[in-house]
């Protein structure tokens, strides 16, 4: 069994006085630095979107930020612009340890999302991680950072789907709470075997 830690998206667009602000979303650095020293394997997400991204509210004319649209893959929560690649918002918290082993970018095709490291929002285009774990012999993954209930929720069930033992560490997390999001996305999780703690 190896285990890797998984840091999604701690990003200044998703902490204090970003575009996208997950309330209370700093307080993840520091417990996060803190169990870097815990795993072998760290890897670290980047939301990495192109300007104009069709996440964007922004490129959805009369549409606002947390509107709903249909795209090819599936229904879309429109965002504020966010982490638009080479941005200061698109950067690592300033305090965020990344010495890890790889930094993964997602996000980066501007007609498709990616909430989870491992697939796009159309559930089918491989990201390359589930490779990068295999060849590594890595079958444990915790999962901690910003959001808990859009891009961990995401990785973190399709690391389920793909056999891996996941575990989330709470408090190394926080949510965005859209709609109920947090509450239905927790309900997913533990209904597939998402350990917390
Ligand atoms: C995220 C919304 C849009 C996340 C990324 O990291 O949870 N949420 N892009
Ligand atoms: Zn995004």
Redesign the pocket.
Known sequence: MTKALLV??VQND?CTGGA?AVPDGDAVVAPINAMMDHFDTVILTQ?WHPSGHS?FASSHPGRGPFDTVEMPYGTQ?L?PD??VQGSTGGAFHPDLRVDGDLILRK?FRRDI?S?SAFFENDQTTPTGLDGYLGSRDITDLTLVG??LD???AFSALDARRLGYAVTIASDACRA?DLDGSLETQLANMRQRGVNFT
Do not use: E, K, M
């Open positions: 999604i998206d998703f996208l939301d996440s929560v965002w966010h982490c996000g999302d909430y910003l959001a859009f891009c961990v965005i």
